[in-house]
């Protein structure tokens, strides 16, 4: 099939570009002509939502982005964020949700493709991954084979690169049967006076495009990830991207090699509307203008139009701009990684984006306003209907022990050792905790001691009925994980996955969720340094729970002092640190009610950012003593699944004692906010501990001892004591039978 | 002594089999491209694991028909000993320098876990540090490592102890037959194994198991 340049432009045409008609004579305003075929596909790559940010922008503006530490801020490839040395720490995070569900294994394995490339684009070398996936409710017919096709595409791509998977969330809910959600993290380390970025520098100098040869997949790519789904979706599979690691990897060795020869000015990679969003970027950020010609562009199909080549998805290719008697060098560099490597154009100072194809010009276009004339809604908002809080004797009753080992044997909480075997988690060398903990940790190659740890989180059930707490508390359960290894957290990347955002009751859960982010970053210190939004994620009219993932990076100056969630010995004592006195009270929204009692009703549970900040700081601060020898945080299922998770991680049981008068459901089971439990190497009855509590309590740290470790059974309260193996049993099992069943 | 590391593009535990070598040789080990004409003077050549052009075609099969392997082949006939982890494994197997095959693991499925191994022969360059029968830990992560050999090539290097290292206590993790996880060749100074001792080799790693391999090799080659 060849498209012609000269195509007539109907409204249907602009229709099916995903351009509204006021969006269209906007166009028609800037240009004062009618745009040629090929100019309406560089339209509409710049202006739909994935690319222009055109529903969100004005809110993302609100979320707080500087800190002592931030070297670059959002609107870069990554953020980067300064971890002492001379080092620094490049990581964003990136969905890649239709895709996905189109094509599970190439929409993941290129969603994963994308991620790296943003991170060595920036000259850091990746370090560590992770991915936080939604499924549908695992009875739905789909799910099976999405969660097979997404964890084999993640690990497919990851594992060939050589990337270690430290992290990551699985979760399913119906509310994602028509649309499953795969984000992916990465992060990379580099010198901070060693940083690429993509703005053009100088008139009249090669811009130059490496990589893997353009073909026609992922055409329209980023419109299509811009919309929603219909029960047409299975022709939309055309669209998908098709990754291929194995060019990715010489493409990262590439770039690193290139970039120590100097002659790199500016580098972008060609991700969503490849050459178009690659180029207008370099270009606009400059100041200058650019000039391409596409008949030096490396194809691999035959006859590919002007329209195809600036929209193509094709993956692992990047654009350049190289001081030009450096080339010849630049060409050896790829030339020895056997990739292509063709000048395909300049920089200008005309302002212009013009592209020539075939000796004809194709498009002429103001290359400032490509990006900056693109629409900018401020979308109409509803405030979110918040449930009624439960009435304080609804607390549905069930024995303790048999609710336990049901909710360590769910869907929810059972163990994801089935995922991330699939994934390489200690390549590289530098994994100190792998997957199954609070957070991933990593040495940082290059130094003696400092190390870094990574976490991802959300949790969909508190942001749909609390979208301003459950902001909150992506951020505060993001950072608590930082902390329960002992790291200090730096700072945080967002992927905003909602529905459509023309809808009121969206764009209000939008709102309220960034607002939620922004007040906990900001009480935090966690600024958010580089993100990624997802909106149409609808099927048929029905939107997702709205899902605001937080990737946070936390810095450890002392790896060695890091700590991990498995109970270490016997006979230890077991604090929980943070929370209410009566130990548990809040049920709203919890695995508990959900999983065992079929129930979504209550409000989510608040957080109480400043008692967060004390908490977290003074749990970090006895870590880095040394006295702490296994710490984890609650979140799923409380106090109670928490403890079983530290007794399996260990192989070692305890016996907590219940308190009188309190309810024990509310106490193990509830899901209050800012705890943590901590095992101590100290004896329970020393003045080193006693010292602790006079800490604790003079800055108001509720931090009582409730038993201790030992034994085989894990004892909570008045309930049956469990035996560990039977809890593993059941963690462990649900994921494979499932996935064989 | 003098190691060398073959790298051809796609593999990528280059880096941690550098890091081990230098970390337990104390020297670091010459790198060699894979378009190089020859390898420098080494007492022990290895080929890390990885993904060589992308496991495509089948894993180890484009790396082995390389040039670069004529030269391995003439330094193994030669008597100098040769190490395959992994892809490593995969690529000795294609380029005949060992015998069997390696197929997809019996879950069809990447596998990264800790496995044990037992020592089935301490008498050679590459396994003296450890005693016959003893059991270690070590790290996987392969998709293909599944080994397989027809019923006379098995005999045969059961036969002649060329069995170095075998998956213990129940944690086969891909199928292998006997529960092979790593192979000699006639002369034992070729070694293929799946497992990745390079990433067991010090505290930071959770256990050093995986030492005393680069110990005596290296150790033995000095």
């Known amino acids: 099939m060849t498209l012609r340049n000269d195509i007539a432009i109907t409204p249907e045409l602009v229709a099916s570009h995903g351009l509204k008609p006021d969006e269209y004579q906007k166009i028609l305003d800037l240009i004062g002509r009618e745009p040629t075929y090929t100019e309406l596909g560089i339209f509409s790559a710049m202006w739909n939502e994935h690319c222009s940010y055109k529903s969100s922008k004005k809110w993302l503006r609100t979320l707080p982005t500087k800190g002592p530490r931030v070297i670059q801020g959002p609107g870069e490839n990554a953020g980067v964020v300064d971890i002492g040395d001379g080092q620094a720490v490049v990581f964003k995070m990136e969905s890649h949700n239709h895709p996905s569900y189109i094509e599970p294994y190439q929409g993941a394995a290129t969603g994963v493709g994308g991620i790296l490339r943003d991170v060595f684009t920036m000259g850091a070398r990746p370090v560590a991954a992770m991915n936080a996936l939604r499924f549908g409710a695992p009875e739905h017919e789909k799910t099976r084979h999405l969660v097979n096709g997404v964890v084999a595409g993640v690990g497919g791509y990851g594992n060939s690169f050589g990337v270690p998977t430290v992290g990551g969330e699985v979760e399913f809910d119906a509310r994602y049967n028509g649309n499953n959600l795969v984000n992916a993290f990465a992060a990379g380390l580099a010198d901070t006076d060693k940083i690429f970025y993509s703005e053009a520098k100088g008139v009249g100098l090669p811009v130059v495009y490496l990589g893997a040869k353009t073909g026609r997949d992922g055409v329209g790519g980023a419109t299509m990830a811009s919309a929603e789904f219909g029960d047409d979706i299975e022709e939309k599979r055309p669209t998908v991207q098709v990754g291929d690691p194995f060019t990715e990897k010489r493409l990262l060795e590439a770039c690193l090699e290139l970039m120590q020869t100097g002659a790199v000015i500016a580098i972008q990679d060609m991700g969503a509307a490849g050459l178009t969003c690659s180029a207008v970027e370099m270009g606009a950020k400059g100041d200058l203008g650019i000039e391409l010609d596409l008949d030096k562009v490396p194809v691999r199909e035959e006859r590919m139009t002007a329209y195809e080549m600036m929209l193509s998805e094709s993956q692992e290719r990047m654009l350049m701009v190289l001081h030009p008697e450096k080339e010849p060098e630049a060409r050896k560099v790829f030339e020895k990684w056997e990739l292509d490597f063709a000048t395909v154009g300049k920089t200008t100072d005309d302002l212009r984006f013009r592209v020539f194809w075939q000796g004809d010009e194709v498009a002429n276009l103001p290359i400032k306003d490509l990006g900056d004339a693109a629409p900018e809604y401020d979308r109409p908002w509803t405030e979110p209907k918040t449930p009624a809080a439960l009435a304080k004797d609804d607390v549905p009753q069930m024995d303790v022990a048999e609710a336990l080992l049901a909710l360590v044997g769910g869907h929810q909480c059972s163990s994801r050792r089935w995922v991330y075997e699939q994934y390489d988690t200690l390549i590289q060398g530098n994994s100190m905790q792998r997957p199954g903990g609070d957070a991933g940790v990593i040495r940082v190659e290059g130094h003696d001691t400092k190390g870094l740890a990574f976490s991802s989180d959300v949790n969909p059930r508190y942001c749909e009925a609390n979208p301003y707490e459950g902001g909150k508390q992506a951020v505060a359960e993001c950072w608590r994980n930082l902390t329960a290894t002992g790291a200090e957290p730096l700072a945080a990347t967002d992927n905003l996955n909602f529905g459509n955002p023309e809808r009121p009751e969206i764009m209000g859960q939008f709102v309220k969720a960034v607002l939620g982010i922004g007040e906990a970053c900001r009480v935090l210190e966690f600024p958010i340094v580089s993100g990624n939004v997802s909106l149409y994620n609808e099927t048929n009219g029905r939107g997702i729970l709205p899902t605001p993932t937080i990737g946070g990076v936390g810095l450890l100056p002392e790896w060695k002092q890091s700590v991990g969630i498995g109970f270490t010995a016997e006979n230890q004592p077991i604090l929980l640190i943070g929370g209410p006195s009566e130990r548990g009270t809040h049920l709203g929204q919890s695995v508990y009610l959900r999983d065992l009692f079929d129930r979504r009703d209550g409000d989510a549970p608040h957080v109480d950012l400043a008692a967060e900040k004390k908490t977290g700081d003074f749990v970090r601060k006895l870590i880095r003593s040394g006295v702490v020898s296994a710490c984890h945080d609650l979140s799923d299922g409380g106090l109670g699944v928490a403890l079983a998770e530290m007794a399996m991680a260990g192989g070692i049981g305890a016996t907590v004692t219940d308190v009188e008068g309190n309810d024990p459901i509310l106490t193990f089971f509830g899901e209050d906010q800012g705890r943590y439990l901590v095992t101590l190497n100290l004896d329970p009855q020393g003045p080193e501990i006693a010292a602790l509590w006079k800490e604790a309590e003079a800055l108001g740290i509720f931090a009582p001892w409730i038993g201790s470790t030992g034994g085989t059974t894990l004892t909570l309260g008045a309930a049956t004591a469990v035996p560990v193996a039977t809890l593993t049993g059941a963690h462990e099992s649900w994921f494979p039978s499932y996935m064989n069943g | ?222």
């Open chain 2, 1 to 222: 002594m003098k190691a060398a590391v073959i790298v051809f593009p796609g593999l990528n535990r280059d880096r941690d089999m550098i890091a081990a070598l230098t970390k337990i040789g104390g020297v670091k080990p010459s790198v060699v491209w894979h378009q190089d004409a020859d390898i420098p003077d080494a007492d022990l050549i290895v080929i890390p694991g990885g993904f060589s052009y992308g496991d495509y075609l089948r894993c180890g099969a484009i790396a082995a028909r390389s040039p670069i392997m004529d030269k391995v082949r003439e330094r193994a006939a030669k008597g100098t000993r040769v190490l395959g982890v992994c892809n490593g494994f995969q690529i000795l197997i294609e380029a005949g320098l060992l015998p069997g095959a390696l197929m997809r693991n019996t879950s069809l499925k990447f596998v990264c876990r800790e496995v044990k191994l037992e020592v089935t022969n301490a008498d050679t360059d590459f396994t003296r540090g450890y005693t016959k029968g003893q059991i270690i830990r070590c790290p996987v992560a392969h998709h293909d490592g599944n080994y397989f050999a027809d019923a006379e090539t098995l005999k045969q290097i059961e036969g002649e102890g060329r069995v170095a290292f075998r998956y213990a206590e129940g944690t086969n993790p891909n199928g292998s037959i006997n529960d092979i996880a790593g192979i000699l060749n006639a002369e034992k100074n070729v070694l293929g194994l799946m497992p990745h001792p390079e990433n067991l080799i010090e505290a930071a790693h959770g256990g050093d198991d995986g030492r005393a391999l680069f110990a005596t090799v290296l150790q033995q080659v000095a």
